[in-house]
C-alpha cells in the first residue's frame, strides 16, 4: 500500500488526475454523445441494404462517426458537446471524491497498522500478500462506490441534456438553469 500524501502533494496529484480526467472526457465527448444517443434507442438514420462476406443480404446500422456527422447537421459543431457541462463536473467530482476517499482510507490503515501491529518471532510485521490484497481491493471498492454515489447526479443532468436533442428541447441548457 502506498503511504498516504502529505497535503501540498495531495492537491497536486488530485488537481493532475482531475485535468487528465477531464481532458480525455472533452477530447471524447461526441463519441460518448453519439454512444448515448445510441444506448436510448435514438436511430434517426435508416439502415441500409449491403451484402455480406458470405454473399446473404443484410440491414447495416450507421456508425458512431456517421451518427456524429449527423448531429452535426443539425446542431451545428457546438451541438457535438451538449452536455459537456454536466460530463465534466461529473468527472472531476468523481475523480477527486475517488482520490481523497482512497487517500483517507489509506491513511486511516497506516494508524491502524502503527497502533495494533502484530510482530512475528523476528520483531517485523509482515502481512500477507492475501490480507494485503484484500485490503486494497476493498479500498479501492469503497473509493470507486462513494465517487459513483456523489456523481450520479451530474452524470443523469449530462444525460438527459444528451436526450434533449431526440425532442429538440432547451430546458438542460446550462448547468444553472436546470434549477429553474
Do not use: C
Not at 451484402?51 to 451518427?67: H, Q, S
Not at 454536466?86 to 487517500?103: D, E, G, Q, R, Y
Amino acid at each position: 500500500m502506498a503511504a498516504p500524501e502529505s497535503d501540498d502533494k495531495f492537491l497536486q496529484e488530485t488537481l493532475k488526475h482531475v485535468s487528465f480526467g477531464v481532458g480525455v472526457t472533452a477530447a471524447a465527448y461526441p463519441l460518448t454523445y453519439a454512444k448515448v444517443l445510441v444506448q436510448l434507442g435514438h436511430e434517426p438514420i435508416a439502415p441500409k441494404l449491403t451484402t455480406t462476406w458470405l454473399g446473404k443480404k443484410a440491414l447495416v446500422l450507421p456508425n458512431v462517426i456517421k451518427y456524429i456527422r449527423h448531429i452535426k447537421a443539425e446542431d451545428g459543431f457546438f451541438g457535438l458537446y451538449r452536455g459537456l457541462g454536466f460530463k465534466i463536473v461529473a468527472v472531476a467530482v468523481a475523480t477527486s471524491t475517488s482520490h481523497s476517499v482512497l487517500n483517507l482510507l489509506q491513511t486511516q490503515q497506516m494508524k491502524h497498522e502503527s497502533i495494533s501491529q502484530d510482530l512475528d518471532e523476528n520483531g517485523d510485521f509482515s502481512p500477507s500478500a492475501v490480507q494485503r490484497f484484500v485490503i486494497d481491493t476493498s479500498n479501492q471498492m469503497l473509493a470507486q462506490a462513494m465517487a459513483v454515489t456523489v456523481s450520479q447526479p451530474f452524470h443523469v443532468m449530462a444525460v438527459r441534456s444528451m436526450a434533449q436533442f431526440v425532442g429538440g428541447e432547451k430546458h438542460y441548457s446550462g448547468f444553472f438553469f436546470v434549477y429553474i
